[in-house]
């Protein structure tokens, strides 16, 4: 054990670590249609069935031409016309140019098209004001973006606002993906209140399962929302038995500290197994992990920044894993000068919430004012947390430091 290291603490890379290493992904697999697929992991490559652009076709609006004809400069008369979806079918005889517009098919025998803006109308026919016109300009050839066969997306990607297009324009109109995790998540604690109610002496509106329903379904789950319980063992149970049939992952906040009305983790010890307990993390130390009978538990601390550190921090790359999105990446990290100071004590591992933004071309963060974790304006005004190693003390202004950008998940 290192000087700073807390005891009985687990470091957070080993609590990920532990976490990932025994989950295995969803392998159900289902049929969408691609309008219905996003956010969905494609359960097998896609490979393109045929060549993008499917045919040369113009890249201007101009006039198609053999390149012999118009070395000599003479105007040439247009025979026809190739418009999008409307080839040029007939003959073409020499000494002669096309109409041609964007997008339209290159008829057979042309080497280049010119741009209308190069190109003089005259009684004659066209004079372009071009000679030396390299072969093939304008001409977007077959298979110029993709070929046939090619592989476009990878078995494990999840389809993205980018990536439905992408899909489209092969003609693909149905997708195989994998089934999306299913989570059932509720809130403890007799002092909650749902939102439309007057609070009473003591009470707090319960605010957690605002962030945990958006938040998993922007990590690509079914999120089943299963209300406030209070803190009463037996119907804690009985929740806990209800939300295991439900769902492949049970997520809870609350009732995971040592105080008297946390419960949460002796049923857990009552009825499943647990993981780990307890991490040198800042906020979210009482986090737990375990097995239920039928599905995984992550039990979040109530405290609003901490409930949903900790569901973006640990929970997002175990769901990332369960829904086999095999090419999720964390959250991007890059160093930082900071603005204003970061309290901080050796010990655990902060996930400080911060503004960032570009000055003079380098990265600066300042403090979000107060960290307390149940403060959760801090995580509202953030746009980065700012993550200070295991070991570090107090950070003066003018530091270098860690931020951790927030991904798309949390906006
Ligand atoms: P607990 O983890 O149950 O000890 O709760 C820690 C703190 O978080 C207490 O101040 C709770 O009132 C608060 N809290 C717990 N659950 C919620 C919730 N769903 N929404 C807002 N605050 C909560
Ligand atoms: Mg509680």
């Not at 392998?27 to 060549?51: H, K, M, R």
């Not at 994998?178 to 509106?205: C, H, M, N």
């Not at 063992?233 to 995971?256: M, N």
Request: hydrophobic content about 40%.
């Amino acid at each position: 054990m290192g000087c700073c290291d807390a005891p009985g603490l687990m470091p957070i890379e080993d609590a990920l670590h532990s976490m990932l290493s025994r989950i295995t992904p969803v392998n159900q697999t289902q049929q969408l249609p691609l309008a219905e697929a996003l956010g969905f992991v494609l359960a097998e490559d896609v490979l393109s069935p045929i060549p993008v652009p499917p045919f040369d076709n113009s890249a201007m609006d101009g006039y198609s031409v053999r390149l012999a004809d118009i070395v000599h400069n003479q105007p040439l008369p247009v025979v026809g016309k190739s418009f999008a979806g409307q080839p040029y079918a007939g003959e073409w005889p020499p000494m002669t140019c096309i109409r041609i517009m964007t997008g339209a098919q290159i008829p057979i025998g042309c080497d280049a098209v010119i741009m209308q803006e190069q190109a003089q109308v005259t009684e004659q026919g066209i004079r372009f004001a071009v000679t030396h016109v390299q072969p093939n300009t304008n001409i977007r050839p077959m298979g110029d973006d993709i070929g046939h066969n090619d592989l476009v997306l990878r078995k494990g990607a999840r389809l993205t606002v980018r990536d439905i297009p992408m899909i489209a324009t092969l003609g693909i109109s149905h997708v195989s993906v994998l089934r999306k995790p299913k989570v059932a998540f509720f809130s403890t604690g007799d002092e909650l209140k749902p939102l439309g109610e007057a609070l009473s002496e003591g009470q707090i509106y319960d605010s957690n399962r605002y962030g945990i329903k958006p938040l998993l379904e922007n990590f690509g789950c079914e999120a089943i929302d299963l209300g406030i319980i209070p803190d009463c063992p037996e119907t804690l149970k009985a929740t806990f038995h209800q939300a295991q049939q439900l769902a492949d992952v049970v997520v809870t906040s609350g009732g995971v500290s040592v105080g008297e009305a946390d419960y949460t983790k002796d049923i857990l010890a009552e009825l499943g197994e647990i993981g780990f307990w307890k991490l040198a993390i800042k906020p979210g130390k009482p986090f737990a992990f375990g097995r239920l009978e039928n599905a995984w538990f992550c039990g979040l601390p109530g405290n609003p920044v901490s409930a949903m550190l900790t569901l973006y921090v640990l929970v997002q790359p175990m769901l990332a894993k369960l829904a086999g999105h095999s090419e999720w990446q964390a959250p991007l990290s890059i160093p930082a000068r900071t603005k204003s100071t970061f309290k901080k004590s050796p010990g655990r591992t902060d996930y400080q919430r911060g503004i960032y933004h570009l000055e003079n071309g380098q990265f600066v963060v300042e403090s979000t004012g107060n960290q307390s974790s149940g403060a959760f304006r801090s995580m509202s005004l953030a746009n980065c947390f700012v993550v200070l190693e295991q070991d570090r003390g107090r950070v003066e202004a003018g530091e270098i430091v860690n931020i951790q950008l927030f991904n798309a998940c949390l906006s």
